[in-house]
């Protein structure tokens, strides 16, 4: 039997790397492979053992993660305990590099190989981290289409393995959907940090754009790791909030005219919905003042830097306050052919990520390096 240890660092690494898990379930032999690590509800549905769990690690941010430094290495030496007790026979790691950079530290220093899905995004800043790669990792698994090039250029071994959000989110089975007229989406993340710097900006947004379309509902798509009640706490606005616990989320998504959202995951997911979406992103000033300096993109939502072009409105820092994102709401509602034109692009976008099937190829040519490893010596029960 081999042993996968697997590392999701945040609530979106571990719904795609609970699809992949489910994929390489069904593809290895019947008992022939446990997997332990970090992760939350949909690795363990998957059936990985958690011996940390994914919410305990969710901050975002120069300076958010920096705060969150303490916590990062008690459970850095708890991966490491865990790791030199089990002598996993492979490590793969899911995105949040800030923190799986220092797991992948661990496991090379015990002479475990390490795989990466979805890899960091190195192109758009501190690109130095790619020889940080080529020294730790055996090979990527990119879903990422532009990015692959990069990581051939500097001499790693990459996969193109598509993006698991196109069978997620699944166009064909939801297309039949309808918007809703004056339904408005909001999706203001799954970090603490997110929810309480975005949910108030979007609830003035409401408060001023009800004034001018007094027949606008606002929906609230909630992340699995937090209550109702504390999203609603963030609320400030006379309007009555509907809350989806975010099950059928694509085709609740599709109901929506249009979306304000956190930017991150999320703002792909809703473009494969075909969705137009405003991306707003907060941060502390620092981390922003950092950001500006050493981003080397022109755009920080997906979408956009997939179809490499300005497709869905993107609002940072005083931005993304309640005043600029009201107005472009309005001119949206106001003008619906503009609507309709972000409508056309996301077709384009569909194209552009690939066939279905992306969760089945990143596990088959997991497996593939699985097989092709010798057992670990030990592997403690």
């Known amino acids: 039997?081999?042993?996968?240890?697997?590392?999701?660092?945040?609530?979106?690494?571990?719904?795609?790397?609970?699809?992949?898990?489910?994929?390489?379930?069904?593809?290895?032999?019947?008992?022939?492979?446990?997997?332990?690590?970090?992760?939350?509800?949909?690795?363990?549905?998957?059936?990985?053992?958690?011996?940390?769990?994914?919410?305990?690690?969710?901050?975002?941010?120069?300076?958010?993660?920096?705060?969150?430094?303490?916590?990062?290495?008690?459970m850095l030496r708890r991966i490491r305990r865990d790791m030199e007790r089990i002598r996993p026979d492979a490590v793969l790691l899911i995105d949040a590099p800030e923190f799986n950079f220092r797991v992948a530290k661990i496991a090379h220093r015990l002479g475990i190989p390490v795989y990466y899905f979805i890899p960091p995004k190195v192109w758009a800043w501190r690109t130095g981290r790619v020889k940080?790669?080529?020294?730790?990792?055996?090979?990527?698994?990119?879903?990422?289409?532009?990015?692959?090039?990069?990581?051939?250029?500097?001499?790693?071994?990459?996969?193109?393995?598509?993006?698991?959000?196109?069978?997620?989110?699944?166009?064909?089975?939801?297309?039949?959907?309808?918007?809703?007229?004056?339904?408005?989406?909001?999706?203001?993340?799954?970090?603490?940090?997110?929810?309480?710097?975005?949910?108030?900006?979007?609830?003035?947004?409401?408060?001023?754009?009800?004034?001018?379309?007094?027949?606008?509902?606002?929906?609230?798509?909630?992340?699995?790791?937090?209550?109702?009640?504390?999203?609603?706490?963030?609320?400030?606005?006379?309007?009555?909030?509907?809350?989806?616990?975010?099950?059928?989320?694509?085709?609740?998504?599709r109901t929506f005219q249009c979306i304000m959202a956190a930017s991150g995951t999320a703002t792909l997911e809703t473009g494969l919905a075909g969705v137009p979406t405003l991306v707003a992103y907060k941060v502390s000033p620092l981390s922003y003042w950092i950001g500006l300096h050493v981003l080397k993109v022109k755009w920080i939502s997906l979408t956009n830097l997939i179809m490499n072009r300005s497709v869905f409105p993107e609002h940072i820092e005083k931005d993304a306050d309640p005043e600029p994102l009201a107005a472009r709401m309005e001119e949206w509602l106001r003008h619906p052919e503009k609507l309709n034109a972000v409508v056309h692009d996301l077709e384009e976008l569909r194209k552009r990520c690939g066939d279905s099937g992306s969760a089945q190829r990143a596990a088959g040519a997991l497996l593939a390096e699985l097989n092709a490893l010798p057992s670990a010596a030990t592997n403690a029960v």
């Open 132 to 253: 940080f790669l080529k020294k730790h990792i055996r090979r990527i698994f990119s879903i990422l289409p532009f990015e692959v090039d990069f990581y051939h250029a500097n001499g790693m071994d990459v996969t193109y393995v598509g993006n698991p959000l196109v069978d997620m989110v699944n166009y064909e089975g939801i297309r039949d959907v309808s918007p809703v007229a004056h339904r408005i989406g909001l999706m203001p993340g799954s970090r603490r940090k997110e929810v309480e710097s975005l949910l108030p900006a979007f609830a003035g947004a409401a408060q001023k754009l009800v004034r001018q379309f007094p027949d606008l509902e606002f929906h609230c798509i909630r992340s699995s790791n937090f209550t109702e009640e504390y999203m609603r706490s963030f609320w400030h606005c006379s309007l009555p909030l509907v809350m989806h616990d975010g099950s059928d989320r694509y085709r609740l998504m």
């Open 1 to 74: 039997m081999k042993t996968l240890w697997i590392n999701a660092g945040e609530i979106s690494g571990d719904l795609q790397g609970g699809a992949l898990l489910a994929a390489l379930r069904d593809m290895a032999p019947h008992n022939s492979l446990r997997v332990v690590g970090m992760g939350g509800d949909n690795l363990a549905r998957a059936g990985q053992e958690n011996l940390l769990r994914v919410e305990e690690l969710s901050v975002m941010g120069i300076v958010e993660v920096l705060a969150a430094i303490p916590r990062a290495i008690r």
